[in-house]
DNA sequence: TTTATGGTCATCCAGACCGG
DNA sequence: CCGGTCTGGATGACCATAAA
């Protein structure tokens, strides 16, 4: 495929250099690069004025290019970019943003090599825009990205599942204890010397990061291995076998681990080791648990331990000159309360994880497949071996030229438009149905109403919300039209379809209304969606 | 003599900042 | 404005000391 300079078909903008004294509480939010990379980090404000180029919008594509060498999409209110930080101002005529992004994406990797400096490592602008990333034809850049928008979807749509069943696991846990430190349910309390009969703690050793074992290696673990809550195995360092001489604990299945040491944020991390691994042993700062089994289950001590109220309790024990770096000895640990619910609920309890972790490991197993198959069809994609002419993206979004940013007024789209509403009117008309709706939702019972299904016709609400939007505001970001079409649209799912229409629902003109009817048949109360007029 | 504890020092990353 | 260095926080390495 043919290559091209990305600075042919883009300008990258860099950030403002901000001084700590333009940094506010109020004004425009200033993004930086841990802004981007981690979405729970706070935002700088600025009050000051600063030029208009440095202004992002919603759905720009920025490029961070210091430390971490990456590419994202800005999906918030405008704000100012900081330094280290490139905004790409696309030719549209040549290149398509998504299209951009996964290109560039996938060739990231090759750009590191032109990082510079000691302590940290910066791509020059000039290097930059020299890089090159394969340029098909518009059309064909489109289905590419269309194509790998849907993986990314998947993926996307798999770590949502993931993150709600660990959200499930400790709902199930107050929901049946409540919460351990109020103890609402009145759980008799109990020493933790109750439960924890003994405490072994591991042994230090240095060794190379980030590396496989050799033969005459053993891997001490990081407190990285237990830090996030679960078991992460390759967070280890290699230790040649000739330079160990204490007496080491290897990593058994079942174990019951605890960080001793670290910031106040993370101390007292803790997980359950889900099978033997020989090669692994425990560093000094991470403790093995032996739980007394009469009267505790440790999947229960591991979810009472991660509950937030309970672990800031732990956390209270923490000491150390640094905050940084605070640790708790197994005296204190030992002497804390905590409440012992009876051995046959914490068994309940253990086998409801048991089942959710079953489902999470069949999500996590589907979530590799799909991401290796994503990387495949990337490398395909670029390489120029995808078969793109079975490819049809949705005629609708076909229907728009590019815009080159801010607004799509109602005469620039009219034609597209027009184009959608000729295919859609003659389908089932939700339209016929309404004025029969109508009369029912009078005579409803609201106190009685139960939600239940939505009944939904994909194409012919993507028509509906456009008009709608474009009758009321007289225009729309095109970004949002994309995101709609791509995003919301390109699959059937119907979680996603109800979440985009209860977002709909709450906003200030909602193009849906919640009603009610009653089925006869079943002889209860169901909610359906009007589209307004 | 060994182990647990509570540190400090070193390193790396990310951001602040500055000279040309 | 650009390209680089300085600085501080988070984490890992490792140790002196006290207790067992």
Known sequence: MKLTRIGDIAEFINGYAFKSEHWGSTGKKIIRIQNLTDPSKPYNFTAYDIPEKYIVKDGDMLVSWSATIDIFEWHNEPAYLNQHIFKVVFDHKKVDKYYFRFALKQTIDSLTKFAQGSTMKHIVKGDFEKHKIPLPDLVEQQKIAYILSKAEALIQKRKDTINGLDELLKYTFLDMFGDPVKNPKGWEKGGMVEVITSIKSGTSYAGAENKELEQNELGVLKISAVTDGVFKPKEFKAVSIDLITKQIIKCQKGMFLMSRANTKELVAACCIVPKDYPFLFLPDKLWSLSVNEQRANKIFLNALFKIESFRNVIREKA?????????????????????????????????????????????????????????????????????????????????????????????????????????????????????????????????????????????????????????????????TIYDWLLTDFVDLDYNKIKDFVFRELNEEAPIFEQIFIFNEDEKKYRTELKLLL
């Open 319 to 479: 000491s150390g000159g640094h905050e940084s770096m605070l640790n708790i000895s197994m005296m204190k640990f030992l002497g804390l309360k905590l409440p012992i619910p009876p051995l046959l609920f914490q068994t309940q309890f253990a086998e409801t994880v048991a089942k959710i972790e079953a489902l999470k490991a069949k999500q996590e197993a589907s979530l590799r497949e799909l991401e290796q198959l994503y990387q495949s069809l990337m490398q395909r994609a670029f390489k120029g071996e995808l078969d793109l002419d079975k490819v049809e993206i949705e005629d609708v979004y076909k229907g728009f030229e590019y815009f080159d940013g801010g607004f799509v007024t109602f005469d620039d789209a009219k034609p597209a438009l027009d184009k959608i509403r000729e295919k859609f009117e003659t389908l089932p008309a939700i339209k016929s149905k309404d004025k029969k709706l109508i009369e029912k939702i009078k005579k409803l019972d609201l106190d009685k109403v139960q939600l239940g299904r939505i009944p939904f016709d994909k194409d012919y609400a993507i028509y509906r919300v456009l008009y709608h939007r474009f009758e009321h505001y007289q225009s729309v970001p095109f970004l």
